[in-house]
């Protein structure tokens, strides 16, 4: 655990260490000035959409937004995104394949997304695409988050915990970092789900259930996320559990402005005792 603290310090800091000139990424993949203007001079209402793409067998995929802006490109399995400035309203989303990258002709795509002013939204590509590999629910769909920052104590991160490991059922999940003492955080979470946890900083040992007989299944060492940010970033990390195409399960972690892409924790290795 000490050494993927240290190995994520140092990419943290490496990132974070870069030149700072408060700008924005617009979808169109161009910067723009915080406070950017429309042609009428006036600041324009726009609120911020980040993506995240946990789809095991969905290969690269590109996103438009009404079918004329074209917002991410090649974004691959466990990548994730910077935020992107969108223009306040409904719009629709596409997900094209890159070799053919046609808006008009996508492979998935939803209607209605709502953006409103200054608000923030993760959404996350879940589930197989292939209807081969579909079985009980998990096919490809898109999860949309809206991000609550508000009110987060000293000292506190808030993990916006998701499910999004297609192949496994209902979980519970628990801190474990003291054995003798493990704790419930969440119980019965279906595949999509999401929560929002406020957990003061430090190191943990989180576990999941997948058959509620009170014994971890596998067990993740999570680093001190909130120690290691610096200071001015918020302290709100998705940390999402996801499998890859042999069912194996991760835990993929995201911090805004530190790790935009995000963070893989493979589980550990060794056998957990039961609770």
């Known amino acids: 655990m000490r050494t993927l603290a240290l190995a994520l310090g140092l990419s943290l800091f490496t990132m974070g260490c870069g030149d700072d000139d408060d700008d924005d990424t617009d979808p169109t993949g161009d910067t723009t000035e915080t406070g950017d203007t429309g042609d009428t001079g006036e600041p324009m209402d726009a609120g911020m959409v980040r993506v995240v793409h946990l789809s095991p067998d969905a290969g690269a995929v590109n996103i438009w937004i009404d079918e004329t802006v074209e917002a991410f490109t090649d974004l691959g399995f466990t990548a994730g995104t910077a935020y992107g400035s969108v223009p306040t309203g409904d719009h629709s989303v596409q997900i094209t394949d890159p070799s053919t990258n ?58 916006r915990v998701g499910h999004f490991a297609a192949d496994v059922g209902e979980v519970d999940l628990w801190d474990v970092t003291d054995p003798e003492n493990p704790a419930l955080l969440l119980e019965d979470i279906d595949f999509t789900d999401s929560a929002d946890l406020d957990l003061p900083f430090g190191e943990y040992t989180i576990c999941l259930d997948v058959d509620d007989d009170m014994a971890c299944d596998l067990t993740f060492s999570v680093p001190d996320f909130g120690a290691l940010l610096p200071p001015g970033i918020t302290p709100y990390a998705n940390v999402f559990a996801f499998n890859d195409d042999e069912g194996n399960v991760s835990i993929f972690a995201q911090i805004a402005d530190v790790v935009d892409s995000g963070v893989v924790l493979p589980p550990n290795t060794e056998e957990a005792e039961e609770m």
Request: hydrophobic share 40%; no cysteine.
């Open 102 to 159: 046609d808006p008009t002709d996508p492979v998935f795509a939803v209607d209605t997304v709502p953006v409103a002013t200054d608000a923030m939204y993760t959404a996350v590509a879940y589930g197989y695409a292939d209807p081969g590999n579909v079985t009980d629910g998990n096919g490809f769909g898109v999860a949309y988050i809206t991000e609550d920052t508000s009110g987060i104590a000293a000292d506190t991160i808030r993990a």
